[in-house]
């Protein structure tokens, strides 16, 4: 599903496919949080937002382009998998949290009837700069309380997958998250202690350097 940490992980599966001619990660999102100066709606999107690609829809190995997630909902079933970027982690349960600016709940809601109706399988890519104290079905109450202003908060059932868990998958080597934080561009920015054989570190290393050499986004 369309999102900012989505463009990537989409970017390269089309890419592995060999569909990736015509994808760009601009303008792939719904709801996308900006410094205060941008012009937004009341649900988050980019006041002058326009051209919205679609959501990466792969069907039998073929990118179903401009199609969205509400297009193929209703025809998931046991074996598929979604993904959907997540606002809020939880680190000690393994438990992630989307904001809603939908009065409908938006594509969470759509995903939710495949999820716990067909058990279609949910993966939750979310960076640890997400990562808050407290206990999410707490702050949803409050957030979710009649009489509360912003974005609604919806804890979601999924398969948490983060930086860490990437860096283990690709390479093997273990990370921890020790500090966080910077200026001049570095701001949101985390470090990471590695552990690992002296190929796993070198594998892990080399895959860092790769991932900080990105672009900054681009709306």
Not at 148 to 167: H, T
Not at 171 to 199: H, K, M, P, Y
């Amino acid at each position: 599903m369309a999102g900012t940490t989505n463009g990537y992980v989409a970017e390269e599966i089309l890419r592995e496919i060999g569909q990736a001619g015509g994808f760009s990660r601009k303008r792939f999102f719904r709801g996308i949080i900006l410094p205060a100066w941008h012009k937004t709606t009341d649900d988050g999107r980019l006041a002058d937002q326009c051209g919205f690609p679609g959501d990466v829809i792969i069907s039998n190995g073929v990118w179903q382009r401009g199609k969205t997630i509400f297009d193929v909902v209703d025809d998931l079933k046991e074996g598929d998998v979604i993904l959907k970027g997540a606002n809020a982690l939880d680190l000690r349960r393994g438990q992630a949290a989307i904001l809603v600016g939908h009065p409908r709940g938006g594509t969470t809601s759509a995903i939710l009837q495949a999820v716990a109706g067909r058990r279609v399988r949910l993966i939750l890519p979310v960076g640890l700069e997400k990562w808050i104290t407290g206990d999410l079905n707490q702050l949803a109450m409050k957030l979710n309380a009649p009489g509360a202003e912003g974005p609604r908060f919806l804890p979601i059932p999924g398969q948490v997958f983060r930086k860490v868990d990437a860096i283990r998958l690709l390479t093997g080597a273990d990370a921890n998250l020790i500090a966080a934080g910077g200026v001049r561009g570095a701001e949101g920015s985390i470090w990471l202690a590695l552990q690992g054989s002296n190929r796993e570190e070198d594998a892990a290393e080399e895959l860092l350097r790769l991932v900080s050499e990105e672009p900054g986004f681009e709306l």
